[in-house]
């Protein structure tokens, strides 16, 4: 049996930021652990804000990769009175996953062995994974269906159905002309959006994603509103001539109340339900639970998600914790009542009728 100090379960950008930063920052071994080899598919649209760029010290110079850029994004919003079309200053950054993540592991320094956990239990102080490694932490990486929240979070973490989210999405290589980011919020009565994300160098992600448990009981089902969605891409000039085959896959938004610590065990990323409440975003909340893991296995204090980025919109401060504590209680704002107010199916516009052809840039 292997003795290892941290063991780290999954690759992913939340466990390869704790094992990053407890070598560099600490000069602390650790293991990772996964059941797919790098680089791998990752179902994802790819979008890093400028907080993941600094808290990662990652140089877009420098960066070996495709790394694209957005000072604009372009959305639509379907509510009831009509279509409202706003264009966002900002800066945003879009990168390719299978990328991504292989270099964030490949920096972070840490051994990594292909293996799929099966079995973990604990032996006094010591983490037991499948009779061949003994840690002395714990740290679960491997996203929705991570083997450590599992054993060690399900019954104290439950997880609602009220904040599960299931997405449509894929990324393939095309010679896109559009190079802007475009988002289309609450159309034909989806509660959540689509997006389009450029990739660079001839890769583009297309998606749409929403609440589960507004998708249910939706006038349109998800695979009808991905019919739909790449037709209107067809029309709008913005993809033609694919033969589109979506994947889709599932995880879970931020709750107010998460418990991410268990002794010495601890859930990040995905794997504690950490996306943003109101654009449902992960990479950054992965990073960000990653390295505050780390800190807590060195100095010992605790892991609280309390603080940690809960919308992507927004930045952390005093409006965001009044937002929090005055509108959003439940953590539910914007399901239950900013992109559920979308038009329903059903009730025509032209641009149902006739998706409006805009020239590509």
């Avoid at 790819?46 to 010290?57: D, F, H, K, R, S």
């Avoid at 099966?118 to 714990?138: K, P």
């Avoid at 019954?155 to 299931?166: F, V």
Wanted: charged share 25%.
């Amino acid at each position: 049996m292997r003795d290892v100090d941290v063991l780290i379960i999954g690759g992913g950008p939340a466990g390869s930021s704790c094992a990053w930063a407890l070598k560099t920052k600490h000069g602390r071994e650790s293991l990772i652990l996964d059941k797919t080899e790098f680089p791998r598919l990752k179902l994802c649209a790819g979008w890093i804000t400028p907080l993941v760029v600094e808290q990662l010290e990652l140089d877009p110079a420098t960066y070996p990769h495709r790394f694209v850029t957005f000072d604009t994004i372009h959305a639509e919003y379907f509510g009831r009175k009509g279509v409202r079309r706003v264009s966002m200053k900002t800066t945003q950054h879009s990168i390719r996953r299978t990328e991504f993540d292989n270099w964030l592991l490949q920096r972070s320094g840490a051994e990594v062995i292909h293996h799929q956990v099966r079995e973990i239990r604990r032996d006094g102080d010591h983490f037991i994974v499948d009779d061949q490694f003994r840690a002395n932490h714990l740290v679960g990486a491997g996203g929705t269906h991570c083997p450590v929240f599992r054993t060690f979070f399900k019954d104290i973490n439950p997880r609602s159905k009220e904040y599960q989210i299931g997405a449509l999405e894929e990324e393939f290589e095309y010679d896109y002309e559009d190079p802007n980011c475009h988002l289309w919020f609450g159309e034909n009565g989806l509660v959540g959006y689509s997006w389009y994300v450029p990739k660079g160098d001839g890769w583009v992600n297309v998606g749409i994603g929403g609440w589960s448990e507004h998708i249910t009981t939706a006038p349109i089902t998800l695979r009808d509103q991905w019919d739909f969605f790449t037709a209107k891409l067809k029309s709008m000039g913005l993809v033609r001539d694919h033969d589109f085959k979506p994947k889709g896959h599932t995880y879970y938004v931020r709750e107010r109340a998460k418990v991410g610590q268990n002794g010495r065990a601890y859930i990040v990323g995905d794997a504690a339900g950490l996306a943003t409440r109101d654009l449902a975003e992960g990479i950054g909340p992965a990073v960000e639970s990653g390295l505050q893991a780390a800190a807590s296995i060195v100095t010992g204090k605790p892991y609280r998600l309390k603080h940690m980025t809960k919308y992507s919109m927004f930045n952390r401060g005093l409006k965001t914790e009044l937002l929090e504590r005055f509108f959003d209680r439940r953590a539910r704002l914007f399901s239950d009542r900013i992109w559920s107010r979308g038009r329903p199916a059903g009730v025509p516009t032209k641009s149902d009728r006739e998706p409006e052809k805009v020239p590509a840039s």
